[in-house]
């Protein structure tokens, strides 16, 4: 795992951008796998500004995203096609986006077709990934067992407690997500994990100690031959 540490949230946006941007430069036709949450708004906020100064092109490029709450409805403000529509599609000239179908009637055919589709486009070549507190990623959250490809999976307690605040209504928030599995993110050419804020650092000194923690799920991306961790020194301490 190659670790860039960056002096603060920004510096860690425009690090991140510069990676998206050389893979762009190397193969304009890249498929790309994208995350969700409050850590990478701000490095869409940089590629939409690249894009729009002329600096990438992505009309060649194809996105697939992580995950997706279930069940829910596209238009919902808190969908993650939704998150994914403001904070970027909107912005950026993609020449497809994929996001799991949060209204499908059958998960588990629309799990299998969404991984099918991205061995289709040939394999994501940058897979942008986040952490939370608890070291899920996607929502691969803590557990005993873990799913290999996409799935529907159950969101923990912890994970509920800390999205419940963009629910107005507790009853409107799913309590079960579309979500790829560990092999489907593994089979990602190049993984980008970014880690910010001092509520991460003890999860992020748990990446650092070397060793697979069962009950972090992140940690088994030290398993990995080509992981880039870009964190921010609030979250670096320790």
């Not at 946006?13 to 796998?33: H, M």
């Not at 100064?53 to 279930?70: C, H, I, P, R, T």
């Not at 994990?193 to 088994?220: C, M, Q, W, Y």
């Amino acid at each position: 795992m190659k670790k860039i540490v960056c002096e603060n949230y920004s510096e860690l946006c425009i690090a991140a951008a510069d990676l998206f941007e050389a893979q762009l430069a190397k193969k304009p036709t890249s498929v790309f796998g994208l995350a969700t949450g409050s850590t990478p708004i701000g490095l869409y906020e940089e590629l939409s500004k690249r894009v729009n100064d002329g600096k990438m092109d992505f009309s060649n490029a194809k996105a697939f995203n992580l995950d997706e709450y279930y069940p829910i409805n596209p238009t919902h403000p808190q969908s993650y096609k939704y998150f994914m529509d403001e904070n970027l599609f909107n912005k950026v000239n993609f020449a497809s986006t994929n996001i799991p179908n949060g209204e499908t009637t059958n998960p588990s055919a629309e799990c299998a077709e969404y991984d099918s589709a991205i061995k289709t486009a040939g394999g994501i070549d940058l897979q942008l990934l986040g952490i939370g507190v608890n070291g899920h990623i996607g929502f691969n959250e803590p557990d005993t067992t873990y799913s290999i490809n996409t799935n529907l999976t159950k969101l923990t307690e912890s994970t509920l407690e800390a999205n419940s605040r963009f629910f107005d209504d507790p009853n409107e928030q799913p309590r079960t997500a579309l979500t790829m599995g560990f092999g489907s993110i593994f089979a990602a050419k190049h993984i980008l994990l970014l880690i910010s804020g001092g509520n991460k650092a003890e999860v992020a000194r748990k990446l650092f100690e070397g060793k697979i923690h069962t009950d972090v799920p992140a940690s088994f991306l030290l398993l990995h031959p080509n992981v880039t961790l870009i964190i921010d020194k609030d979250a670096n301490e320790n």
